[in-house]
């Protein structure tokens, strides 16, 4: 699938991370794996095998290598949730996701992609075992809304600046992906060449441009530029998709 009838405009994207995780199995079966269609599986593979050809793809990218350290303590077992380690599991056909407390990839994606998917699964992981995570019960709508969609919009952002990071490496091919990648690049460059043009140095052109571009990115989660599926094969936007989620906990 090329990036190009991903990006269609005006039609509401799907991003290709989960648009759940530890909701428990109510919310089961709603993975949308929209790009995830090269399939460069290899059958025999162990979970142990797709974990180190990830992490020596990741020590490339600083933003790979926190998520790797990241997910080091967590699985290791030097930070716990509820007594428990992180797990992990990657075989064909799992869902990708963050489902508390392991995280499952599907090992149908190619090997670049599942990457950039673990740097989104972490942050997801991340959140919960540092107690991050917006909880439903007993905050304000909106509140949790905004919360989610942030932890969501940060892991989209996260995975797309491990990509940047990985240009120019062995890593480097048509595979390595993101639904968003263009989207954030796009407004990356806008705000570069305007810092630039007011005559900021390198340095800190590219900081503006980065936060632009994760403003831009965060915005599209909001405005329903991007969609997930609801459960039964709809598109919804992530507002509604948690606001449903918001309303099941508080008014079962
Ligand atoms: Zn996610």
């Known amino acids: 699938m090329s990036l190009s009838s991903l990006f269609a405009p005006d039609a509401i994207r799907t991003d290709s991370s989960d648009p759940i995780h530890s909701y428990g199995n109510s919310m089961a079966g709603i993975m949308p794996p929209d790009f995830a269609l ?9 979970t142990s095998d797709y974990l180190s050809k990830i992490k020596t793809i990741l020590q490339n990218s600083p933003t790979g290598r926190t998520a790797v350290h990241h997910f080091d303590a967590m699985n290791s077992g030097f930070y716990k949730k509820d007594g428990k380690c992180l797990g992990i599991e990657i075989a064909p056909g799992l869902p990708s996701e963050y489902s508390a407390p392991k995280i ?5 994606e190619a090997i ?22 917006a909880e439903a019960k007993g905050m304000k709508k909106q509140d949790y809304i905004d919360k989610c969609i942030y932890e969501e919009a940060e892991g989209a952002w996260l995975a797309i600046e491990a990509k940047l990071e990985l240009k120019g490496s062995e890593h480097d091919n048509e595979k390595l992906t993101h639904p968003q990648d263009e989207r954030y690049l796009q407004e990356y460059d806008r705000v570069f060449v305007e810092e630039k043009k007011k005559g900021k140095d390198e340095r800190t052109a590219d900081e503006n441009a980065r936060r632009a571009a ?4 965060l ?19 992530y507002t509604q998709y948690y606001g449903d989620i918001w309303l099941s906990e508080n008014h079962p």
Do not use: P, Q
């Open 219 to 237: 915005k599209g989660f909001h405005d329903g530029v991007v969609g997930c599926d609801d459960g039964s094969g709809n598109i919804v936007s």
């Open 104 to 108: 499952t990839l599907d090992g149908n």
């Open 112 to 133: 670049e992609e599942m990457a950039l998917t673990f740097v989104h699964e972490v942050n997801h992981a991340w959140y919960d075992f540092m107690g991050k995570t």
């Open 38 to 46: 090269t399939s460069t599986a290899s059958a025999n593979l162990s």
């Open 214 to 217: 994760r403003a831009f990115i």
